[in-house]
């Protein structure tokens, strides 16, 4: 894999590990196989879900040839607005597909674009290279000159498999009927299970847990999430550049509005990570003498704190000492401490949670 030089192949490599990855088998609804078997459905759409993630891969390997912003790494900074206009850039290529598909019909393997409606909801720019690249994937384009748009509409052919086709303007229909674009940019099987007008999913845990890559995140990801549900906790998203989040809070009200949670199950770059609130380290200290040496490796480290720490007027961060070694924590952003979590411990974590949660 290409060493990332600008932020553009960072993100572009996110992009690729978010598209959801295919379990062995999935549920599709029957109004999604009127013309094709469930067989063919499934192997039409492993042939759309390799072409997201080609797409992806090649633009974090050759972005210059997508016309991608080159803004480099070492030049800019996390939170500029060049660095935040490479997260968003990498999605043009399936954006510009997903305008076309929703403002075209579907005629015999072919679909026909309603340039009014194209042009009234595309917000994609420098579209005439993504045609171009678009078409090194199997997509012909009727209707363009030198791949510029000159002509009143415009057909979209797959010659190679008239089904994918058939799929990719499925599957932007309910992801515009039901307000998933994001599921249609990470390819996400689930938008099949239920009705055209019906999403019964993404709006729990699973928003993580969908996100994960392997069986054992994805197993912790519901585990904690019974166990804070059976305490009663409230829960909602919680989203970031890195990601979505699950947060779970202890009243309703702050859900609402984002406040201190308890806990925080995050998407990190598609590898889970879990916040604990935990705002007075010295109450449980004396419970991590007797936790595994996989708990007590949480509070073990330090990390620099951020701007306000430099400044002196940090009163989030914490600094406390283990076995003689003093270790220093911010808060400002996030919950202080964070880790890539195991279900074997999560009865630790929720008594660290409450011994140290207030001040």
């Not at 996390?78 to 579907?106: C, F, N, W």
């Not at 996030?334 to 207030?358: E, R, T």
Request: proline share 3%; aromatic share 14%.
């Amino acid at each position: 894999m290409t060493e990332n030089i600008y932020w553009i192949q960072e993100w572009a490599k996110v992009r690729q590990d978010e598209v959801v990855r295919l379990p062995n088998s999935f549920e599709v609804h029957d109004i999604f196989l009127n013309h094709m078997s469930k067989e063919e459905f499934d192997s039409a759409f492993q042939e759309v879900w390799d072409m997201f993630t080609n797409i992806y891969g090649n633009i974090a390997e050759f972005p210059e040839i997508y016309g991608m912003p080159l803004h480099k790494l070492l030049e800019y900074k996390y939170s500029t607005k060049e660095a935040r206009e490479s997260r968003s850039a990498v999605y043009r290529p399936l954006r510009l597909l997903y305008y076309l598909l929703i403002a075209g019909d579907l005629h015999s393997g072919t679909i026909i674009v309603d340039l009014n409606k194209f042009k009234a909801i595309n917000d994609v720019r420098n579209i005439p290279i993504i045609f171009e690249r678009l078409s090194d994937y199997g997509f012909c384009f009727d209707g363009l000159k030198n791949y510029k748009i000159a002509s009143e509409s415009i057909h979209i052919l797959y010659p190679d498999n008239t089904q994918v086709l058939t799929i990719l303007k499925l599957m932007a229909d309910k992801a515009h009927i039901t307000n998933r674009i994001n599921d249609f940019l990470s390819c996400h099987y689930k938008l099949f299970q239920d009705d055209m007008n019906t999403v019964n999913y993404g709006n729990d845990a699973d928003i993580i847990a969908d996100k994960m890559h392997t069986k054992q995140e994805k197993e912790f990801v519901y585990a904690m999430d019974a166990v804070l549900s059976e305490m009663g906790y409230y829960a909602g998203p919680r989203e970031s550049n890195e990601g979505p989040g699950y947060a779970y809070y202890s009243k309703e009200s702050e859900v609402r509005k984002k406040g201190p949670y308890h806990y925080l199950m995050s998407s990190n770059k598609t590898k889970l990570v879990l916040y604990l609130r935990i705002r007075n380290v010295s109450r449980c200290l004396d419970y991590l003498k007797e936790c595994p040496d996989s708990v007590k490796q949480i509070f073990l480290w330090s990390d620099i704190g951020c701007s306000n720490r430099i400044k002196g007027t940090c009163i989030h961060g914490q600094e406390y000492a283990i076995d003689g070694n003093t270790y220093w924590r911010c808060g400002c952003c996030n919950a202080s401490f964070y880790f890539s979590p195991a279900i074997k411990d999560i009865q630790h974590y929720i008594k660290l949670v409450k011994l140290g949660l207030k001040k």
